[in-house]
């Protein structure tokens, strides 16, 4: 019997391969008895990378492929892979588990369920041969925890940076951390628990991706809105006033040694809670000028540099780099459309501060700027490293992106804040993967990967599928009339 003839659609990865050659009318059943060769240029790892990818493909395809060693072919090194699909076998090639990693998220957004059933009964993918390897170092999303975020969106979020060949994802908490040691921080009943981070992390640590804690240590000390006139601490205890500065507690009052001792245990406690990763997020971007009488009589821009190197310095005793956002750094008004809040000689830090901090560049702006990137060299020039972050704006990602690769920076970090719903989610994801690989962004298939995401964490309620909780408004307190 002739077996079907097929025209496979063009496959859409995030991130797009830099090479591909696609066999489209080839149909590869991915069936058990299908040859799994795998190569891995460090022996330590083979074994551990045949037990990740048998895994996952038992997870995603129902199969328990035999997964066979083969000798490496030479140019495998650091997080290249190669995938080749083809009748009868699937060939991986990489320098360890990472592209073993990527090699398999690539199959698995090219395989469809087999055609003409009712039920899922097998998978298919077209034949193909992939090489890929990242442009950038450092690829990474930035989330919030709000108190009003599921922790299911955030895993969903986690788990979609490791599809997507991610290998960070920076997690601030808005008065959501739940402290031990400081009952009194943050909001009653935050949900972001030394449980549930473990709970993440370990879901992360699987796809390769290291979570982030991130922590404010100057400005944006109340962990909320400031449109929305909350204060995770003073709402609610009023005692703890002296640690802020007066105007409704924006910073962190850094002339107070006990605000000092308190922010330094903050970042101890919720840097073991992360698992002591080798980044740490201090924020320290939007401060407001002192409003403390004690401040303002200080050199406040030394008052600044020592807080923050000193917990630079702190995480540094700890395996850390403190990571900080850069608008404090450059003098408002010097750098054009680039965001720039130093109002009072707060540049100057950037003489002093430690070399380990890595600058996190944010810049938002749709399109390439007609400028260039000047801030990306800036800062490399001043002896740190940076990652450039970029919001929503595809065009704007693929060209800071491009220029931060240029400029010799360690990667990107995309950020999302409190946009991680409707298609504003594919925007940041997959703008940020292109960018951090290398290649365009391409979105055709961002619904489907967002559904599967949703099938390994098991989803099973309305208000978690999809990316809007609700799609039409749910109208209450409606007085009904008798035969309305």
């Not at 957004?109 to 009964?121: C, D, F, H, S, Y």
């Not at 992939?130 to 108190?147: A, N």
């Not at 001043?382 to 595809?394: H, I, K, M, Q, R």
């Not at 989803?459 to 039409?472: F, N």
Request: charged share 20%.
């Amino acid at each position: 019997m002739l077996a079907a003839a097929v025209a496979f659609e063009q496959p859409h990865i995030v991130p797009t391969p830099a090479k591909a050659d696609w066999q489209l009318d080839q149909c590869v059943e991915l069936k058990p008895e299908l040859q799994v060769a795998m190569s891995v240029v460090d022996d330590r790892q083979r074994e551990a990378c045949a037990d990740w990818f048998r895994r996952h493909a038992k997870d995603a395809f129902g199969v328990d492929w035999k997964v066979t060693s083969w000798t490496h072919p030479s140019g495998l090194k650091d997080e290249k892979y190669v995938l080749h699909v083809s009748a009868g076998n699937i060939t991986v090639g990489a320098a360890g588990l990472d592209g073993v990693r990527y090699a398999f998220q690539t199959l698995r957004q090219i395989a469809m369920p087999k055609r003409g059933t009712l039920k899922v009964e097998g998978w298919i993918a077209p034949g193909c041969k992939v090489v890929d390897e990242p442009k950038s170092k450092f690829r990474g999303i930035h989330l919030c925890w709000f108190p009003e975020t599921k922790a299911s969106t955030l895993e969903r979020c986690i788990r979609l940076a490791g599809y997507y060949k991610m290998n960070a994802v920076v997690l601030e908490t808005w008065g959501t951390f739940r402290s031990e040691k400081y009952p009194w921080w943050g909001w009653k009943d935050g949900a972001m628990t030394k449980a549930e981070i473990r709970r993440l992390k370990a879901i992360a640590d699987d796809l390769g991706v290291t979570l982030v804690p991130q922590f404010n240590v100057f400005g944006h000390a109340s962990m909320s809105r400031s449109q929305s006139g909350k204060h995770a601490v003073l709402d609610l205890n009023r005692a703890y006033q002296p640690l802020f500065e007066p105007h409704h507690g924006w910073n962190w009052c850094l002339s107070n040694p006990e605000a000092q001792k308190a922010v330094d245990g903050l970042v101890v406690e919720m840097h073991e809670a992360f698992g002591n990763p080798p980044y740490f997020h201090i924020g320290c971007d939007e401060a407001h000028p002192p409003s403390c009488p004690t401040c303002r009589a200080q050199d406040y821009v030394g008052l600044i540099a020592s807080n923050i190197t000193r917990v630079a310095t702190l995480l540094e005793k700890r395996g850390a780099r403190a990571m900080m956002w850069h608008d404090m750094l450059l003098k408002q008004g010097a750098w054009g459309r680039f965001y720039a809040n130093a109002k009072n000689g707060e540049e100057k830090m950037l003489g002093v501060l430690p070399k380990s901090i890595v600058i996190c560049d944010w810049f938002y702006n749709e399109g390439v700027s007609p400028e260039g990137y000047p801030t990306f060299a800036h800062f490399r020039k001043a002896g740190f490293d940076v990652l450039c972050s970029p919001w929503e704006s595809v065009t704007g990602t693929a060209a800071q992106a491009k220029a931060a690769q240029a400029a010799g920076a360690l990667g990107l970090l995309g950020t999302t804040w409190h946009h991680v719903y409707k298609r504003a989610i594919a925007n940041q994801f997959v703008s940020t993967a292109a960018g951090a690989w290398g290649t365009e962004a391409d979105s055709y298939g961002f619904i489907d990967h967002w559904r599967q995401m949703g099938w390994d964490m098991g989803v099973d309620d309305y208000d978690d599928c999809g990316y809007v909780t609700e799609q039409v408004p749910r109208i209450t307190n409606i007085e009904i009339k008798p035969g309305g």
